[in-house]
Nanobody, 127 residues
Framework: QVQLVESGGGLVQAGGSLRLSCAASGRGFSTYAMGWFRQAPGKEREFVAAMTWVGGSTYYADFVKGRFTISRDNAKNTVYLQMNSLKPDDTAVYYC????????????????????WGQGTQVTVSS
């Protein structure tokens, strides 16, 4: 069993930055791939970024490339999402998730491949 707790959300002006954290607890955390998803009001949850634990491969949605960076600290069992050049369209609840099946790079973009989810953290970007 893995428990995930996100933090770091808040209100920021357009062009600003935030760093989200996802702290994990439970056995086997370091073997999982981790992903970040987001859900805006009235919209479906969408993929933002993912990282594999072995090799540290990273994957990003096209709309965040060059602005967001996913990283991890194995010693702290924490995954981060550094968000720069934020836009009002980035306003959403951001969720981290853990995947244990070893999905492909394509599969890691699919929320249904993930096994554990955090409670979410609100990010609001004002114009």
């Amino acid at each position: 069993q893995v428990q995930l707790v996100e933090s770091g959300g808040g209100l920021v002006q357009a062009g600003g930055s935030l760093r989200l954290s996802c702290a994990a607890s439970g056995r086997g955390f370091s073997t999982y791939a981790m992903g970040w998803f987001r859900q805006a009001p009235g919209k479906e949850r969408e993929f933002v970024a993912a990282m594999t634990w072995v090799g540290g491969s990273t994957y990003y949605a096209d709309f965040v490339k060059g602005r967001f960076t996913i990283s991890r600290d194995n010693a702290k069992n924490t995954v981060y999402l550094q968000m720069n050049s934020l836009k009002p369209d980035d306003t959403a609840v951001y969720y981290c998730a853990a995947e244990q099946q070893g999905s492909s790079s394509f599969g890691l973009r699919n929320q249904y491949k993930y096994d554990y989810w955090g409670q979410g953290t609100q990010v609001t970007v004002s114009s």
